[in-house]
């Protein structure tokens, strides 16, 4: 079993910057995919952005330009820095992660591992 753990989150004013943090523990096995996902206020959970061995790093369209994820070479930890922040970006963030070398990477019903998820509030 592997555990996920995120670190960062917050409040932000609108235009502003957070960065999150994921940790993984258990299963020594690497994860092949890791990513963030996040569940508005009274939405269903959906894809922020993904990262691979590889380096491919799909984006949802509302983020891409202000928000870039990385991982470090050979570790299961995950970033998420996150910059011009808007209104619709809060809600809970969610570290996730898949075994599969198949990545389906916006079925959440396909996700291997999830965090507890941190609350990312940007409001003035």
């Known amino acids: 079993q592997v555990q996920l753990e995120e670190s960062g989150g917050g409040l932000a004013q609108p235009g502003g910057s957070l960065s999150l943090a994921c940790s993984t523990s258990g299963s020594a096995r690497k994860l092949y995919a890791m990513g963030w996902y996040r569940q508005p206020p009274g939405q269903e959970r959906e894809l922020v952005a993904g990262?691979?061995?590889?380096?491919?790093?799909p984006y949802a369209d509302s983020v891409k330009g202000r928000f870039t994820i990385a991982r470090q070479d050979g570790s299961n930890v995950a970033t998420l820095n996150m910059n011009d922040l808007k209104a619709e970006d809060s809600g809970v963030y969610f570290c996730?992660?898949?075994?599969?070398?198949?990545?389906?990477?916006?079925?959440?019903?396909?996700?291997?591992?999830w965090g507890q998820g941190t609350q990312v509030t940007v409001d003035w």
């Open positions: 996730v992660g898949w075994r599969s070398y198949v990545v389906n990477w916006r079925d959440r019903n396909e996700v291997d591992y």
């Open positions: 990262v691979i061995q590889t380096g491919l790093t």
